[in-house]
């Protein structure tokens, strides 16, 4: 971090005291850092918007476990060509409910369809798909 320049930032009392009581709870330690991320995550989310973008994605799913063949179902799509899985994880929530977690690799466009495909299959109850942007692997 020898590249770091200072600024000066003006805000009203009130915003400021809002902010450091979101940060405080959050256990950032400094203003600065918690600026940089929310800097970070405003430009990644800048760049999902742009659907070729190359990204990571995480896929929720609860679904009721007794809808026929849905374990299947997600493996299948789990394996489409243009997304890598990097990792699966299936946890039982109770005698009803299962949670699939699956963690993807691919550009953001396609793991949205692949996300939006998988929660709208019959079973699933809840679904969510949570993108960040990365670069081009080497």
Not at 26 to 44: H, Q, T, V
Not at 54 to 60: D, E, S, W, Y
Not at 115 to 130: F, P, Q
Request: proline residues 1%; charged residues 30%.
């Amino acid at each position: 971090m020898s590249d770091i320049e200072r600024i000066g930032v003006s805000l009203e009392k009130e915003l400021l005291a809002a902010f450091d009581k979101k940060i405080g709870g959050k256990g950032y330690k400094n203003r600065s850092e918690a600026i940089r991320d929310l800097i970070r995550e405003d430009l990644s989310r800048q760049k999902i918007e742009h659907k070729k973008t190359p990204a990571i994605g995480g896929i929720f799913l609860v679904y009721d476990h007794h809808t026929a063949h849905i374990s299947s179902v997600f493996k299948k799509l789990g394996c489409h060509k243009p997304i890598k899985t990097i990792s699966s994880t299936h946890v039982y929530i109770d005698s009803q409910n299962c949670l699939e977690v699956l963690l993807v690799r691919g550009l953001a466009c396609d793991i949205n369809k692949l996300g939006e495909t998988m929660i709208s299959l019959r079973g699933v109850k809840h679904g969510y798909i949570n993108l960040v942007a990365v670069g081009r692997r080497k």
